[in-house]
Structure formats: structure tokens, C-alpha cells
């Protein structure tokens, strides 16, 4: 298999098929090569690696996106932890990482965006 069907096949365990299957039919001519170098490099290559856990680089990506302000990509990711194991508790731990080494408010709005995230999730069962 190649890194691009590799890539499809950790996207869709992570975050779901309705999930990828939502974002497939949204894909045009325009943004193909960008979701072709997504799929390869970030699911193809760094979340295809089993050097750390899904559940750790769950972790890692919430901290990061939050530290560095791209909120927008959280709920995905919060809804990603029903399939890559890490706990509300070690999103919190995640967080509360952030708080220290990036800041308050960004953690503060990161933690926000998770309780409305685990609320719908709650919702959806």
C-alpha cells in the first residue's frame, strides 16, 4: 500500500468515516492537491507511525493546536478521541500543558471548545 492509501485507511480510524466520507465528497479539482498532501504526509506519514500511541498523539495535536491558536481543527479532534482512546481527562492534561507553556487564554479557549465538543458527542448517543 501506498502512503496515500495508508494515509486514507489511519484518517478514516481516527476520525470516522462519516467524517472523511463528509469531507471526500466536499473535495474539488482546487483543493485535491492539498488534501492529497495532507493525506500523505500528516495520516500517510506522522499519525501512520507507531514510534507513540494514537492515544498520545491525540494528546499532542490537541496541545498543539491549541498553543498555537488553530481552534478551528479542535472539535475534530475531541471527536477523534473517541477513536484513538485518550481520555476527557488527558485532553485536560493536554490543556492544562498549554496553559502553562502557551498561555492561559488559549487553553481557556481550547477547554471550551472541548466541553461544547463532548456535550454534542454526549448529545449525538
Keep these: 500500500m501506498g502512503r496515500y492509501e495508508d494515509g486514507m485507511q489511519v484518517r478514516r480510524a481516527v476520525l470516522g468515516d462519516a467524517h472523511v466520507d463528509r469531507a471526500e465528497r466536499a473535495r474539488t479539482a ?12 500528516a495520516w500517510g506519514t506522522v499519525w501512520a507511525d507507531d514510534t507513540i500511541s494514537r492515544r498520545e498523539r491525540s494528546m499532542l495535536t490537541l496541545a498543539l493546536l491549541a498553543a498555537t491558536g488553530n481552534f478551528e481543527e ?52
Aim: charged share 20%; glycine share 4%.
Design 74 to 125: 479542535i472539535p475534530m479532534h475531541v471527536r477523534a478521541t473517541a477513536n484513538t482512546g485518550a481520555s476527557a481527562e488527558d485532553v485536560m492534561q493536554a490543556f492544562q500543558h498549554v496553559a502553562i507553556y502557551a498561555g492561559v487564554p488559549k487553553a481557556n479557549h481550547a477547554i471550551k471548545l472541548a466541553k461544547q465538543t463532548y456535550a454534542e458527542m454526549e448529545a449525538e448517543r
Design 30 to 41: 482546487f483543493d485535491d492537491p492539498f488534501q492529497q498532501m495532507i493525506t500523505e504526509g
